[in-house]
């Protein structure tokens, strides 16, 4: 009698069990502490997305952001190449990857170091590792953008834009997919929480004293679309030229920071290819503000972007408005953001991958 009651009650617990997990489902994981960063980068001409991307990498390894993927918006396999090299250097050979296939093409490239992709070592293998062998695989940018935010928390995503804006702006106008039932632009407004965009030079509430930056200038029509599509209630904070111009990390500096190897992708860059190009590092600003915090920048008041029709982006002044742009510092704080990326370089390889998770 006492093996029978003993048999029902077991029953009836696995019984109440089940209608409470039916009635009162278990909560969604809660929304994570660090942030979620998909990375949007014209890799291929200028070295400063390179050191975006590395920054990147250890804040990762340091548990300081999680990295969701990374989306090359400059047409090209070859460019595709080079961030799937980066990916498996720096130990996340299974991150996501995308590369845009409907944007512009012939871009200029200010130092084409595409080529390290068939860079050999001493023994004639193949200096770098890369996880893929054909390109044509990999999704359209967009479309990982959509995979991506759809699995997201609300409101949770970072996206840093450091390229061209020809990407999100097939992703603001695309339709709903076997990914979710949302249009491009209700996507955002769901699940972005903001986004980065290093992007130009500005011209302040009408005054007609700059001109368009590489990034816009490549494909001012993308543009539009971001600036009128972009939801209203989701931020962007825009990292101006002069932001980094002030941050110089010379070649030299930068083969001697990397001392404690050759087989390296940066220093073989640097070794190979004449990078004393002037440019700036304009787009670790992005991941330095992201992950250092708010206190590492200056940030102008709130205020509307749009683009004119010759060409100028117009910041207007706006309490309400969705956009702030970064302002430059001192030379103190300057030397400061130059520290913060020297040590990525003088740290050594990361030897710990990234563990992704499973539903995003």
């Not at 991506?148 to 970072?158: E, G």
């Amino acid at each position: 009698m006492k093996k029978i009651q003993k048999i029902l009650f077991f029953v009836l617990a696995v019984f109440l069990l089940f209608a409470c997990t039916r009635e009162n489902p278990m909560p969604d994981p809660p929304r994570p502490s660090v942030p979620l960063i998909i990375f949007d980068t014209d890799i291929g001409s200028s070295t400063d997305d390179l050191f975006a991307m590395q920054m990147l990498y250890h804040y990762a390894s340091q548990g300081r952001c999680q990295l969701l993927g990374v989306v090359v918006d400059r047409m090209g396999d070859t460019n595709a190449v080079v961030a799937d090299i980066m990916n498996n250097y720096y130990g996340f050979p299974t991150l996501p990857l995308a590369l845009e296939r409907n944007g512009t093409y012939n871009r200029y490239a200010f130092i084409n170091y595409t080529p390290i992709a068939q860079f050999t070592d001493d023994e004639g293998n193949l200096m770098f590792d890369r996880t893929y062998s054909d390109y044509s695989v990999l999704p359209d940018g967009y479309v990982l953008y959509r995979r991506l935010l759809a699995r997201a928390p609300d409101h949770s995503v970072t996206i840093m834009l450091t390229g061209i804006p020809s990407t999100i702006a097939n992703l603001l106008t695309s339709d709903a997919d076997q990914y979710s039932t949302l249009s491009g632009v209700e996507l955002v407004r769901r699940k972005v929480k903001r986004l980065y965009f290093m992007a130009t030079k500005l011209t302040l509430d009408g005054e007609q004293n700059a001109s368009t930056g590489y990034n816009i200038a490549m494909h001012p029509e993308a543009a539009s679309t971001l600036f009128d599509l972009w939801p209203d209630d989701v931020d962007i904070i825009l990292s101006p030229s002069a932001a980094g111009d002030a941050v110089d990390y010379a070649p030299e500096m930068v083969i001697s920071d990397i001392n404690w190897t050759d087989i390296h992708p940066l220093k073989q860059i640097y070794m190979h290819y004449d990078c004393n190009t002037g440019q700036r590092m304009w787009d670790p600003m992005l991941p330095i503000q992201e992950i250092e915090g708010e206190g590492t920048f200056a940030l102008s008041p709130r205020g509307h972007l749009t683009l004119t029709n010759d060409g100028h982006v117009n910041f207007t002044y706006d309490p309400k408005g969705n956009c702030r742009y970064q302002m430059p510092g001192d030379e103190a704080w300057a030397q400061r953001m130059l520290n913060l990326i020297r040590a990525s370089n003088r740290c050594g390889n990361i030897s710990t991958k990234q563990s992704l998770p499973t539903n995003l």
